[in-house]
């Protein structure tokens, strides 16, 4: 499946940002769907994904502040990020992984997009 990312930027400690996935194929047929963290110095981690039974999963640094949503009609993804910290600056990307945590490994993910955190 390929996707596109885009959503990211600058946002200050405490801001919000919207991060979009549009992905190539059909989302109902690819289990798993979510967005994946690159931090500086760090694991690729599972931030927040839609399980294969469509339930949401969270990494634990994550709940409570991101909300994953998907639209089937536009195999489209979607994260909202609130209350953003410092620690969550990294390259976001989507992919049909079926991973939460670090250590999150894909042959093919996409370009990702940015985001940086100021405190």
């Known amino acids: 499946v390929q996707v596109v990312e885009s959503g990211g930027g600058l946002a200050q400690a405490g801001g919000s940002l919207r991060l979009s996935c549009e992905a190539s194929?059909?989302?109902?047929?690819?289990?798993?769907m979510g967005w994946f963290r690159q931090s500086p110095g760090k694991e690729r981690e599972g931030v927040a994904l839609?399980?294969?039974?469509?339930?949401?999963i969270y990494e634990d640094s994550v709940k409570g502040r991101f909300d994953i949503s998907k639209d089937t009609a536009k195999n489209t993804v979607t994260l909202q990020m609130n209350n953003l910290q410092p620690e969550d600056t990294g390259m976001y990307y989507c992919a049909p992984v079926c991973w939460i945590g670090p250590g999150a490994k894909y042959v093919f993910w996409g370009q990702g997009t940015q985001v940086t955190v100021s405190s």
């Open positions: 194929e059909d989302l109902n047929g690819l289990g798993c």
């Open positions: 839609f399980g294969s039974d469509g339930r949401p």
